[in-house]
């Protein structure tokens, strides 16, 4: 009876801590925070709300959260997602174990004349207390780093290094505390460490395993049952509990009939499981839902609990213990990152702030403080205090430390900076009349840059005051160019058809715009537009077709009309590389988000499941704009590292000689405009179309051919460079696109090729055919030129839709101006 009374005054005050919480979460303060602070407020030092008797007998809450953290902890580690940067994440991993835990651990000990629970303990049990110490300040908070980057839609190598670094320590300090903890009972209980300890060490950490293993089986079986969700939940957090209550029988009963006891960490049982729940089975995502659903109920109960169970009395006493262990911790993460990072190869600029993304603490930290209160109650609650006193510390200063250091590291992406969704966003549309200015209005209220063409003798500007009006007097190729139509990603006319069609025409041949759109008058003048690749919606026949639509499917019908204003349907172009070749099912997507088709190369499919992703592909998607914006970042790409690889790929033979090129590059791309140069070569360059598809040695036959006169080389000399070049490694830097470059003797002598092949160019018959191919040729006196160019040509081919344009081109001459127009200042 008295457990009911004590779980209903607790689930009203859990309430009001939830409500704190959101409320003060405007102050910019954790949420955790808040919840600590009202568990002090309600605690039995001074409110008394929450009395000593009730906090011991809502233990089970304790238990029932422990397991479900460590489910949580096992789930958020991925490997499909981290494998990229697996070598980086390991080296600064363990140099952050390795001085965080022995900095701390000797910290602990040396300090232990000031902490009152620790002075009369021999040195063998101040050593155990002070190992267990050391492992949990090891411990990180991925909840809160993902809040962070999710916060300042951060996304580029730094970020996703700390993610999984993150993600990794608390696996790897579950493991290292279930280690300590055994090790620690056994320097408490005066069992010998022997031989025979070790391999009870091994065996206790194995049997741990084990049962992880047994508990994800189990954990299946409850996520296939033919049951609501919620019933699901309860089963979930009933098999973490069942854990805890387990293990706890087990140590109790070896305990009492054998010479030692079996302390199966039941942390590590509910982490594996978690693990291989996520990584091994397809019932991933709806785990992760399961998780994430009830992920704040249990945050809320089990901080504010916490912070009802701190000892006041204790903290008085020992805070400036806690304040030296958060110095020691800090020093010790800086020594840790950063020589994690050298051994990994990082830049020293990055070593030297990584330090500021790995302070933060929170779920597991406190999990295993209070785990430490279930195994060791002799001392476990003062231990607790001390530690979750130097976890709030940690909690209120990492944060910001990590905001900061992804702002010094420019993988921010603030909202403010307009587009979340990546790509061009910016539109033209041709027209006067009402449905004209109605639908820009509309893409205005979704974030587009939309600008009105009219002709001088339309309706006057005035009309149009909410938005950006042009004049045009003729429809001409430099008449659309000076309102900026080659930089429109989506092209919208609605004046007469044969207006409609001209403006569709230049755009096609000349700018390659990446949607076109025309309303014709007369369905007859179908055809015509559809040869030019033109979206065409016939009046006539769009409100029958629309009716159709809602008949047979009003649900995808009203979607689609964005009639339910919380979902959304956009393309989002794939720019980043390391989401190449994972398979759909293996990328984590958004609870409430499909993904319905992907165009690649042109070709329309609807995926499936084994669908390997593809750098480029244009994929649409179906979800809120919450989670259509946190896809669209991770479909991003840091384009300043994206186009170091490209360049650093490009140069890995013949232009390092003895110096490294490394530096140079990032200077080079750090420098927003290129040289006026380039542009001087290309506009002088040749530019080949390729109207047939050809192999490689073919086409370095013409390459030869047509470079050999400018720079004075037998064309013979050059086939042979460019093979060579090309049999030591190859020049295609991504599919579709080849930069052939090579050195050749002489002096002050460069020269560029410009190509285009729509049928393609098989340089090898694994990789996609190449569409666009830029011959770079220089003497060795032309060296940082030739990285000026290969930069320059990065950016060009970065651009979104750059494909398109390229494949649309009219003729040379459009080729080369598409080159020489191309938006090179974009801030990378």
């Not at 701390?104 to 002075?119: C, K, R």
């Not at 049982?269 to 249990?298: H, Q, W, Y």
């Not at 109605?438 to 600008?451: K, N, P």
């Amino acid at each position: 009876m008295d457990i009911l009374v004590f779980t209903a005054g607790f689930t009203l005050i859990a309430l009001a801590s939830k409500q704190m919480g959101t409320t003060f979460q405007k102050t910019g303060l954790p949420l955790i925070s808040m919840f600590l602070l009202t568990g002090v407020v309600a605690g039995p030092y001074v409110l008394g709300m929450i009395s000593k008797e009730a906090v011991a007998n809502l233990g089970f809450v304790d238990e029932i959260s422990l397991g479900f953290i460590a489910f949580a902890a096992g789930a958020e580690l991925y490997l499909k997602e981290l494998k990229s940067k697996l070598q980086t994440i390991a080296w600064i991993t363990v140099g952050l174990v390795i001085f965080t835990f022995t900095l701390s651990s000797i910290t602990f000990y040396l300090i232990s004349a000031h902490i009152p629970f620790m002075t009369t303990m021999p040195p063998v049990a101040k050593a155990a207390v002070a190992i267990l110490a050391g492992a949990i300040l090891v411990a990180r908070s991925p909840s809160s780093a993902i809040a962070i980057v999710n916060e300042l839609r951060a996304k580029g190598p730094f970020t996703q290094t700390a993610l999984g670094v993150t993600v990794i320590m608390d696996v790897v300090v579950i493991v290292l505390f279930s280690a300590n903890s055994s090790i620690a009972d056994a320097l408490l209980t005066g069992v010998r460490v022997n031989l025979g300890f070790v391999l009870l060490l091994v065996f206790e950490i194995g049997g741990s395993l084990i049962f992880g293993f047994g508990v994800s089986k189990i954990l299946l079986r409850i996520i296939r049952l033919p049951v609501p969700p919620l019933l699901k939940t309860i089963f979930i957090l009933a098999t973490g509990y069942f854990v805890f209550a387990l293990s706890a029988g087990i140590r109790h009963y070896t305990h009492n009939r054998f010479v030692v006891e079996f302390l199966f960490e039941p942390l590590l049982i509910c982490m594996v499981a978690g693990f291989l729940v996520s990584n091994t089975s397809r019932f991933r995502d709806e785990f992760l839902k399961i998780l994430n659903d009830i992920g704040p109920v249990i945050y809320t109960a089990f901080f504010t609990l916490t912070g009802a169970s701190l000892s006041l009395d204790v903290l008085a006493a020992t805070w400036q213990v806690a304040v030296v262990l958060f110095l020691v911790r800090i020093t010790a993460v800086f020594f840790g990152s950063f020589v994690g990072g050298s051994l990994a190869g990082n830049p020293a600029r990055v070593n030297s702030m990584s330090w500021m993304a790995y302070i933060t603490q929170a779920g597991v930290g406190l999990g295993l403080a209070k785990d430490v209160v279930v195994a060791f109650p002799a001392f476990g609650t003062p231990f607790a205090t001390i530690i979750i006193s130097v976890i709030i510390l940690n909690q209120l200063v990492g944060p910001p430390l990590f905001k900061l250091a992804i702002k010094l590291m420019k993988e921010d992406h603030p909202k403010s900076e307009g587009n979340p969704f990546g790509g061009a966003k910016k539109t033209i549309i041709f027209g006067v009349d009402g449905q004209a200015s109605a639908l820009a209005l509309s893409l205005m209220s979704q974030e587009w840059e939309v600008t009105l063409a009219m002709n001088g003798q339309a309706v006057p500007a005035e009309n149009f005051q909410e938005m950006e009006v042009v004049h045009f007097s003729r429809i001409s190729r430099d008449e659309l160019e000076r309102i900026q139509c080659h930089k429109a990603g989506a092209i919208v006319t609605m004046l007469s058809d044969e207006q409609n069609y001209k403006i569709c025409e230049i755009a096609y041949e000349n700018f390659g715009s990446q949607t076109l759109i025309a309303r014709i008058n007369d369905r007859f003048n179908t055809a015509r537009f559809q040869t030019l690749g033109v979206l065409i919606v016939d009046p006539s026949t769009a409100i029958v077709g629309l009716l159709d639509h809602f008949v047979r499917s009003p649900a995808a019908a009203s979607l689609l009309m964005g009639m339910h204003k919380e979902r959304n349907v956009v393309d989002l172009r794939i720019q980043n590389p390391d989401l190449s070749g994972l398979a759909l099912r293996d990328f984590r997507l958004p609870f409430d988000l499909i993904i319905m088709s992907v165009r690649r190369r042109g070709v329309l499919f609807v995926p499936h499941g084994f669908t390997r992703l593809e750098a480029g592909d244009l994929v649409t998607v179906l979800g809120s704009k919450k989670s259509i914006a946190e896809l669209a970042l991770r479909f991003g790409v840091n384009r300043k590292e994206a186009m170091l690889q490209m360049v650093k790929k490009a140069t890995a033979r013949e232009l390092q000689d003895e110096i490294p090129v490394h530096n140079e590059v990032r200077k080079l791309i750090n420098v927003t405009s290129p040289p006026d140069r380039f542009d001087v070569l290309v506009a002088k360059s040749q530019v080949i179309d390729l109207k047939k598809q050809m192999d490689k040695h073919a086409f370095f036959k013409l390459a030869a051919k047509a470079m050999s006169a400018p720079l004075e080389v037998p064309d013979g000399e050059l086939f042979h460079l460019l093979c060579k070049r090309e049999d030591e490694m190859t020049t295609v830097l991504s599919p579709g696109l080849a930069v052939p470059h090579v050195i050749i003797e002489g002096q002050d002598k460069f020269s560029v090729l410009l190509v285009r092949c729509k049928k393609g160019i098989e340089f090898s018959s694994s990789q996609p055919l190449v569409y666009a191919a830029f011959v770079l040729i220089g003497s060795r006196d032309q060296r940082n030129f030739h990285l000026q160019a290969l930069s320059a040509i990065a950016r060009i081919v970065m651009e979104p839709g750059f494909e398109k344009k390229w494949m649309r081109a009219k003729d040379k001459h459009a080729l080369k101006q598409m080159i020489l127009s191309a938006d090179r200042q974009r801030n990378v």
